[in-house]
């Protein structure tokens, strides 16, 4: 398996980590537009963007040290990811994203 096929298979496995990487191909955006625009709580949000961060598939915009407005961008890896998984029918709810 290749690294995007890898990548897509752990984000898949994770309704939030879906979610926020979707919405994160929209644009940058703080924890709190990431709850508006999907529903999510805080920490489901916090502990998926952690986790996306770890493996390369977003990137913190700011200082690791903020505390408040913590901005997250998709990284080329995570579009990749998310990419793959659009072709690939791995994408649960049947929608298709908006490449940025």
């Known amino acids: 398996?290749?690294?995007v096929e890898d990548d897509a298979s752990f984000v898949v496995r994770s309704p939030h980590r879906t979610?926020?990487?979707r919405r994160l191909a929209e644009g940058a955006a703080i924890p709190a537009q990431i709850r508006e625009d999907t529903g999510q709580e805080y920490s489901r949000?916090?502990?998926?963007a952690g986790t996306l961060r770890e493996?390369?598939?977003i990137d913190l915009v700011v200082d690791d040290d903020t505390k408040r407005g913590r901005?997250?961008?998709i990284?080329?890896?995570g579009d990749d990811a998310?990419?793959?998984m659009d072709e690939n029918g791995m994408l649960s709810d049947g929608t298709s994203f908006e490449r940025r």
């Open 1 to 3: 398996m290749g690294q």
């Open 71 to 73: 901005l997250y961008s």
């Open 45 to 48: 949000i916090s502990e998926a």
């Open 19 to 21: 979610m926020v990487l």
């Open 75 to 77: 990284t080329d890896r």
């Open 82 to 84: 998310l990419q793959f």
């Open 55 to 57: 493996r390369g598939l």
